[in-house]
T-cell receptor
């Protein structure tokens, strides 16, 4: 059974804090993605990675960075959290041989 | 600029009837289209997909239709069941590395 796990389901942080969201997949997938989901806006791509230590900006990378030191792990970093980063964050992975993405359960982040 | 659009935020259907969810796209380079289903507090799960070389793909109660000239795809669910109540996202890609999602349609199937 394929699995993408995210380190937290719910997180509350204060403005200005550094926030780490972790994602781990057990499918040996090369590609990993971070999205945020907001009402009326759907899923928007923040960053993706197609290999260890490789990263590409998505549509809304401002205020975020990522790290991929190991194939199975992809971290999203909010350098200085702001209230407009309150959102649902979804991690996904897929193989370059297939289009289907596998998603984690999501992290509901609230920045106060 | 939204490259994939779902213009109906919500849809209500009686149990046993057909649900039709629609999706439009603007980029003619997209060559693969997918539908995902999302329950509250869970991540999206893959439902069905279609390649641009086809115009129809069927999987049980779910059928996806692709009209390339109109840049339009639709998901048909027949018969609809209460367990189908969820948010449905369509997505498109031309590389397999980057995907563009619509804003979602919330389907409610009324028992």
């Amino acid at each position: 059974d394929v699995k993408v796990t995210q380190s937290s389901r719910y997180l509350v942080k204060r403005t200005g804090e550094k926030v780490f969201l972790e994602c781990v997949q057990d499918m040996d997938h090369e590609n990993m993605f971070w999205y945020r989901q907001d009402p009326g806006l759907g899923l928007r791509l923040i960053y993706f990675s197609y290999d260890v230590k490789m990263k590409e900006k998505g549509d809304i990378p401002e205020g975020y960075s990522v790290s991929r030191e190991k194939k199975e792990r992809f971290s999203l970093i909010l350098e200085s959290a702001s209230t407009n980063q309150t959102s649902m964050y979804l991690c996904a992975s897929n193989s370059p041989l297939g289009y289907e993405q596998y998603f984690g359960p999501g992290t509901r982040l609230t920045v106060t | 600029d939204q490259q994939v659009k779902q213009n109906s935020p919500s849809l209500s259907v009686q149990e046993g009837r057909i649900s039709i969810l629609n999706c439009d796209y603007t980029n003619s380079m997209f060559d693969y289209f997918l539908w995902y289903k999302k329950y509250p507090a869970e991540g999206p799960t893959f439902l069905i997909s279609i390649s641009s070389i086809k115009d129809k793909n069927e999987d049980g109660r779910f059928t996806v239709f692709l009209n390339k000239s109109a840049k339009h795809l639709s998901l048909h669910i027949v018969p609809s069941q209460p367990g189908d109540s969820a948010v449905y996202f369509c997505a498109a890609s031309n590389t397999g590395n980057q995907f563009y999602f619509g804003t979602g349609t919330s389907l409610t199937v009324i028992p």
